[in-house]
């Protein structure tokens, strides 16, 4: 077989794949668009869209066009912007730290976001200032942080920053806790608990308009630096080597995953394994050339998400899981085999 013959090595082989990759995330909107207490037609679903998009006239019931724009369409955009996000993360923090274990869930980053959010959420810290947002992101750098600081302490090297990274985000689950615990009146507790497990039942229109640029605008950015993360695999002394900015670099992506990381819990709480497992498929499909696997990772954990979300509105009748309830149900068994197989080089 010839070097270009394949989606791990040929362009025109990672051109099919990501034209079926998107056609996939299609027809996982359409599936989620189309699946819940009320079916709704994949036809009714294109007219409404035609109707809106571009005007035309075809006669659609009131409660399926309330149901697919007021509900269903802003959820499945969420989760698929959500889902890209935070795959690229995992894809960034594994490829800078050289740990294939690593991603926002795992070292803490999310935690922290989630203690930024519930302490503007409870507390009402900066009101009118800053925002959840805000709250998640100055949460998410304070974590990683203390995780680097951990590391540093400890000797760094791969074992230390996970470890450190496990114990960042008990701290910070702890502090949420507390938070919740002595602060929080019985109603706000149950709603905040529940987000913290992820969930996606309150999002709006707003909510795309906040996560959808931000993830598009991460891409962006992670793509210009695709063939710096290409070389910070042969560790940093050899990145400088190449001529490669190391401190400036590691500042941009570290923040990015930060940014990245606080939009998503913002919106839709605590999600775990998806960066950690969607980099690894993707890595499996396409290689680990990051000019590949970063659309590559983006797709399929969009993809993931908007399929996740069908799965927690539709495997107990009448009750909604939360979705991180089943991405760690999906996630945890594929964790424990990168679990094993990082006692070697991958």
Not at 32 to 61: H, Q, Y
Not at 94 to 110: C, M, T
Not at 208 to 218: E, K, R, S
Request: glycine share 12%; net charge positive.
């Amino acid at each position: 077989m010839s070097k270009d013959a394949g989606p791990r090595n040929g362009w025109g082989g990672f051109a099919v794949l990501s034209l079926l990759s998107m056609t996939a995330l299609t027809l996982a909107i359409g599936l989620a668009l189309s699946i819940g207490e009320i079916a709704i037609p994949l036809r009714t679903i294109a007219e409404a869209v035609a109707n809106r998009m571009f005007g035309t006239s075809f006669a659609i019931k009131p409660i399926h066009e309330g149901i697919i724009w007021d509900y269903r369409l802003s959820r499945a955009l969420v989760s698929a912007g959500s889902g890209a996000a935070l795959a690229m993360t995992g894809a960034i923090l594994q490829a800078l730290l050289r740990n294939p274990l690593a991603e926002p869930y795992v070292l803490g980053i999310s935690a922290g976001a989630s203690t930024g959010a519930v302490a503007i959420m409870i507390f009402g810290i900066g009101s009118g200032v800053l925002t959840l947002s805000t709250g998640a992101f100055f949460g998410a750098v304070a974590a990683f942080g203390l995780v680097s600081l951990l590391a540093a302490g400890a000797g760094g090297g791969a074992d230390r920053i996970i470890l450190a990274g496990v114990a960042g985000s008990q701290l910070f689950n702890a502090l949420t806790s507390y938070i919740v615990t002595t602060s929080a009146n019985a109603e706000q507790a149950r709603g905040i608990m529940f987000w913290l497990l992820g969930s996606l039942s309150g999002v709006r229109w707003t909510d795309v308009l906040l996560v959808t640029p931000i993830a598009a605008g991460g891409f962006v950015i992670c793509m210009l630096h695709a063939r710096v993360l290409d070389a910070f695999a042969f560790g940093t002394d050899s990145a400088a080597a190449l001529g490669v900015p190391v401190k400036r670099v590691r500042l941009t992506l570290l923040g990015l995953t930060a940014v990245l990381t606080a939009a998503v819990v913002s919106i839709v709480g605590s999600i775990g394994f998806v960066g950690l497992v969607i980099p690894h498929a993707a890595r499996f499909l396409v290689g680990p050339a990051h000019e590949r696997l970063l659309p590559t990772t983006a797709l399929i954990g969009a993809i993931f998400m908007v399929l996740a979300d069908v799965v927690s509105r539709t495997i107990i009748p009448q009750q909604v899981l939360p979705i991180g309830v089943v991405t760690a149900l999906f996630g945890a068994p594929v964790f424990a085999v990168i679990l094993y197989k990082a006692r070697r080089p991958l």
